[in-house]
């Protein structure tokens, strides 16, 4: 079993010091979750379900936020193990 969330946060990170326009992150309920949270403090511009290109599977597009070609969060940090579920 992979740790999706764990997955989103190096994506994120990733995506974030590169810059990139889009990335896409493995589709779960709880990736959703979090991907929603982070839309409703203005933290990313947009999301949505696609298929990601490149592996044909059901993936969640996000695209960031940037102010003056920076992104607005730079980095997130998992505080919690998975089986703790404490975000």
């Known amino acids: 079993m992979r740790n999706l969330l764990a997955d989103l946060v190096v994506r ?5 010091t ?5 990335f896409f992150v493995p589709h779960s309920s ?3 979750r979090v991907v929603k949270v982070l839309y409703n403090n203005r933290c990313i511009s947009t999301f949505s379900c696609e ?6 599977s059901l993936c969640i597009k996000i695209v960031p936020f940037f102010v003056m ?3 607005l969060v730079r980095s997130i940090e998992l505080m ?3 089986g703790l579920r404490m975000y």
């Open 80 to 82: 919690s193990t998975s």
């Open 51 to 56: 298929i990601d290109p490149f592996d044909k």
């Open 30 to 32: 709880l990736n959703l």
């Open 12 to 16: 994120f990170n990733a995506a974030m």
């Open 18 to 22: 590169r810059n990139v326009e889009f």
């Open 69 to 71: 070609n920076r992104p």
